[in-house]
């Protein structure tokens, strides 16, 4: 009885522990990181990413097309981020991320939600 007790509450209180990353972030580990000591690799560091300015990175140089962007006012939005995971080269022509895109818009979502637990320090926002 105790037994069943505990495993109830372990999943009743799963859901609220950090999300781990969805398989989808493996695409994206190449060239990016996020959390408390992520670092720019080939592409900028991803903490807080979801609501702010594109290419908005003080220590990061970003392509033309990306800073052109930030300057017309684009802004990090669900949207603008699912358009860009979707065909980065489309929604960004010139754009320096290689990476093809992906058309699975459930693991867009995941990923997003992912992306949007993590604060502009790297750590973990409560869902
Ligand atoms: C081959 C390397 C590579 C891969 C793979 C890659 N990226 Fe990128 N990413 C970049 C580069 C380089 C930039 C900067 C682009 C620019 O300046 O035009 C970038 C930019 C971004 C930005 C904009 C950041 C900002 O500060 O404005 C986001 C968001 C992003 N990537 C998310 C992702 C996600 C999520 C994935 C996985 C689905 C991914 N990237 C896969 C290299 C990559």
Known sequence: MRFLLVSALCLMVTPVVAQEAPPAFNKCLACHAIGEDAV???GPRL????????????????????LA?????????RQNLTRFFKLPKHFLPGTSMAFAGMTQRAEIDALIDYLASFDADGARIAP
């Not at 962007?69 to 684009?74: I, Q």
């Open 47 to 66: 903490n807080g990413v979801v609501g702010r300015p594109v290419g908005s990175l003080d220590d990061y140089s970003y392509s033309q097309a990306m």
């Open 69 to 77: 962007a930030r300057d017309s006012g684009v802004e990090w939005n």
């Open 40 to 42: 720019n690799k080939v």
